[in-house]
């Protein structure tokens, strides 16, 4: 019972902005969204995270939606580097309210 | 620099010779985890501990124990490693500040069980 949906796939030309959707339509009103990146092999490194608002970084922009039912997270000049696999992640209750990592999607940026 | 360290990077070894992964970390963090990460399966939690000795099984524990006898250290241990055993560890630190949960993960143990 995945709390999250996510692409399993998408590519994005280099400089340009990478959009990376995730559905999270059963989040309850205080949790939050997480992102995280796995380059490959590499252990996963936190990007960003967001309750409501629109949140931004020095890696990413995370803009979810006013029904906190979406969220996009946003690579605004993507490079070859941010090639990863990328997670949207809500706490699950049932595992104690920890983060559990899915599937993610794979970016692959191209030159 | 706050991070997390284990040891060794990459390791083959035979089926039922004890081996230990250590892992560190250096930010004080009372919550550290392992996983397993396989193709197709994602990341799945083997054990857990919230602090010095206070352990608990994660998602897929058998074949594996661990021990936290001091906050900064948490080795994970394979008494008997089996084949199906073979596949990528990381270890990781989580940082809890009110609702915010961060996770900061090592550099991963590439294990291969012949």
């Known amino acids: 019972d995945a709390k999250t949906t996510q692409p399993p796939s998408m590519d994005c030309a280099e400089g340009r902005a990478a959009n990376l959707p995730c559905n999270h339509s059963t989040i309850s009103g205080n949790e939050y969204v997480y992102w995280y990146r796995q380059i490959h092999s590499q252990g996963p490194q936190y990007i960003i995270h967001?309750?409501?608002n629109n949140e931004t970084n020095e890696m990413a922009s995370l803009i979810i939606t006013e029904d906190r039912k979406s969220s996009t997270l946003i690579l605004p000049h993507a490079t070859l580097r941010d090639t990863a696999v990328y997670y949207c992640?809500?706490?699950?209750?049932?595992?104690?309210?920890?983060?559990?990592f899915g599937a993610g999607t794979i970016l692959r940026v191209k030159s | 620099e706050a991070q997390v360290t284990q040891n060794p990077r990459y390791l083959i070894t035979v089926t039922g010779k004890k081996l230990t992964v250590t892992c560190s970390q250096n930010?004080?963090?009372?919550?550290m985890s392992w996983y397993r990460q396989d193709p197709g399966l994602g990341l799945r939690q083997i054990y857990y501990?919230?602090?010095?000795?206070?352990?608990d099984k994660g998602d897929v524990p058998e074949g594996y124990k661990v021990s936290r006898k001091e906050k900064r250290n948490f080795p994970l241990i394979l008494e008997s490693p089996s084949p199906n055993q073979t596949s990528l560890y990381f270890c990781?630190?989580?940082?809890?500040?009110?609702?915010?949960?961060?996770?900061?993960f090592g550099p991963g143990t590439r294990l291969l069980v012949l």
């Open positions: 930010m004080n963090h009372e919550y």
């Open positions: 990781a630190s989580t940082c809890f500040r009110g609702p915010k949960e961060t996770q900061y």
């Open positions: 992640i809500v706490p699950r209750m049932e595992y104690g309210n920890k983060l559990v």
């Open positions: 967001g309750l409501k």
């Open positions: 501990s919230m602090n010095v000795e206070v352990t």
